[in-house]
């Protein structure tokens, strides 16, 4: 009987240092794998933050060269040969083909009749 309690003991020794080698090796190969992941998540982080930022780069660009085409001066020389003052003898005659509702408008703070005058 001592003979099989000391292979009791020396299995359940054994069990227990396998266990303990196999958790520190699941472990450590489990904090590789996260840190591997968490460097290629911040890579890709970084990666979009540069294409986000390239991207206002290339906005703010745009913006610029707009707001710039809309000045007044912009305007006004693009526009300087091709206009002419007007002429006081000339009439023009503009027809219509608008039916009587099509200025007509709800006005959605009042809620009373008359929504097909014109109030302009």
């Given at each position: 009987?001592?003979?099989g309690?000391?292979?009791a ?7 227990v ?5 196999l958790?520190?090796?699941?472990g ?9 992941e ?34 007044p ?18 009439i ?24 097909f005058?014109?109030?302009?």
């Amino acid at each position: 009987m001592n003979e099989g309690r000391k292979r009791a003991v020396w299995i359940n020794i054994s069990v227990v240092v396998f266990s303990l080698l196999l958790t520190t090796c699941v472990g450590s190969f489990s904090l590789m794998w996260i840190r591997y992941e968490i460097a290629s998540v911040a890579q890709q982080t970084v990666r979009l933050e540069q294409y986000y930022q390239e991207m206002l780069r290339k906005l703010n660009y745009l913006d610029e060269r707009l707001a710039q085409a809309h000045q007044p001066i912009a305007l006004q020389t693009k526009v300087s040969h091709r206009l002419v003052p007007v002429d006081e003898r000339r009439i023009v005659w503009v027809e219509t083909k608008a039916t009587p509702a099509s200025g007509a408008y709800v006005d959605a703070q009042s809620g009373k009749g008359g929504y097909f005058e014109n109030r302009f």
